[in-house]
């Protein structure tokens, strides 16, 4: 079995357990997920299983959330899973001050992960580091913001505010929550989290763990194809000769006059069927398709 699940992922639950868990209903040792969710986190984690576990990196990193921003409170972890650091009523804020705020937090911007998240400095993770109660200074990283688009407002001592993000790879939604409270002079620490989209998997069409194991008795599970996740890949067909020789490791030539350059291509044979991935080599004045991975055997 090679391929991939759309996990709805259960609050409480590290991306881990959510590993072990596939792991022990598939009976299968080769589970692995990809952008890993807080425990407090909800929503679309992307397990693949079996080879397709070698096709993680090469999944796109767009992803989207609905979150809540709780303003007038900030935490040691930048959620309310955290210590509380902060608390003040903040009565007097206006969703168009929020508005206004919101507007720095579009494009590529420079963000600071959260004190308890799984960034590595000097080979240690930050989580350890803050638990064993270290400072250290932590680097700032280029992230890039689509689009924020504000879903509601709830007034009070302690306003929240609803948001729907898209992202790309690396951003931390936690530390959105902390700065824009920053920027605004009230504190903000999220208050909850669901990842809506993931390395192009939604919400919509995800399981979660209890579906997965009713389908498994009833026989009814399907798992996703390997070659689901990689649509952003350009595609190279191979002729079955070709293939074969492919799938043995083989350099092959490619056909027609486009220029591939450095990029990772998905091969099929005339069958249709996923081969693996592959990227274009060109040797005197030749253009030659090279195994990058190889998943299927002709």
């Known amino acids: 079995m090679q391929g991939f699940l759309n996990l709805d992922k259960p609050f409480g639950w590290t991306s881990h357990d959510c590993v072990a868990k596939t792991r022990k209903l598939l009976q299968i040792k080769r589970v692995g997920h990809a952008g890993t969710l807080d425990p407090a986190a909800t929503g679309v984690l992307p397990i693949a299983v079996g080879r397709a576990t070698r096709l993680l990196q090469y999944l796109p990193g767009d992803k989207a959330y609905k979150a809540t921003i709780r303003l007038g409170v900030s935490t040691d972890t930048d959620d309310l899973q955290g210590e509380v650091i902060f608390q003040q009523p903040v009565t007097e804020l206006t969703l168009t001050a929020v508005e206004n705020a919101l507007t720095q937090f579009t494009g590529k911007i420079e963000q600071v992960p959260p004190r308890y998240s799984a960034i590595q400095v000097q080979g240690k993770r930050l989580y350890d580091l803050a638990r064993q109660g270290k400072t250290v200074e932590i680097p700032t990283r280029t992230v890039e913001i689509f689009n924020v688009e504000i879903l509601d407002w709830r007034t009070g001592d302690f306003p929240e505010l609803d948001i729907a993000i898209a992202c790309g790879a690396g951003t931390y939604i936690r530390a959105i929550a902390r700065d824009l409270g920053i920027k605004l002079n009230t504190g903000g620490t999220l208050a909850a989290l669901q990842r809506t989209s993931s390395s192009g998997f939604h919400l919509a069409s995800s399981i979660n763990l209890t579906d997965l194991q009713i389908q498994l008795k009833t026989g009814n599970f399907q798992i996703i194809p390997p070659d689901f996740p990689l649509k952003h890949l350009s595609i190279v067909t191979l002729a079955t000769i070709s293939a074969r020789k492919w799938c043995q490791g ?29 990227k274009q080599q060109i040797s005197e004045n030749s253009k030659l398709l090279v195994p990058v991975m190889v998943l299927a055997a002709i």
């Open 250 to 278: 083989q350099r092959v030539p490619m056909d027609g006059d486009g220029n591939a350059g450095d990029e990772i291509l998905r091969v099929y044979g005339e069958d249709g069927c996923f081969l693996g991935l592959g």
